[in-house]
Every structure is written in C-alpha cells, then in structure tokens.
C-alpha cells in the first residue's frame, strides 16, 4: 500500500460545498500529527475545516474532508454556500466508502442564509 504523502492527488476546479455548521476561525488550527509536528503539504501548512460538506458536479453531497492553505479569517454562517478555490483532490477509502480528500487555497462566500432571504424578499 502506498504511503499516504504518495496517494494520487488531481488538480480540479473550484468546487461548490455548504457549511452545515457556523465556523468561527479562532477554532481553526494547523493540522499536526499526535505528537504536535505540524502536518505539511507542499512544504506549507494546512488548516482542517470541519462542518463543510463538499459537493459533486450534479450538488451531491459526497464524503469528504477539507484542507485549506489559507484559514477564514471571518466568522462564516451556518448552512453558508461556500466556493472552495484551487482544489487538488484525492480520492480514497473510508470504512469501505469512496471518500474524497480535498486541499484548497482557501474558501469564499457564494451565499449566506440572511442572502437567500434578502431574495425571497424582493
């Protein structure tokens, strides 16, 4: 089996994902292995966002995680239309499931909920 630094990964496009929960960015750190070494990729760090859900082509949902360079700097509403910016993925298996590990550079707002209900007002 591959070492996991040595799994495929392929540059895509941006890619379309939710933020379920609210994200506060004081509760984003770099990731670090369980002796507190920070986790690299391409030499720099990455910041785990939990609470995104990251979506296919068609607006699925598919099992994934996220990694970003660059870590929000604003609080970001939950159920939040986010754009995740120059991906690279990586698809692998979990409990016997495809699940698809994405990096971006960072995240932007497509689309807050008090949006949505600015439109639906107009």
């Known amino acids: ?59 699925r949902s598919v099992n994934s995680t996220l990694r970003v360079f660059v870590a929000p700097t604003a609080p970001i509403p939950a159920m939040s239309t986010l754009r995740c910016v120059d991906c690279h993925i990586a698809p692998w298996i979990r409990k016997g499931e495809l699940t698809v590990s994405v990096t971006a550079d960072h995240l932007e707002i497509i689309e807050t909920p008090a949006h949505r209900q600015a439109a639906k007002n107009d």
């Open 1 to 59: 089996m591959a070492d996991k630094d040595e799994i495929m990964k392929f540059p895509t496009s941006d890619l379309e994902a939710a933020a379920v929960d609210a994200i506060d960015p004081s509760t984003i750190h770099p990731a670090t292995d369980e002796n507190g070494t920070l986790k690299l990729v391409g030499g720099k760090p990455v910041y785990p966002v939990r609470g995104v859900t990251v979506r296919d082509e068609t607006g």
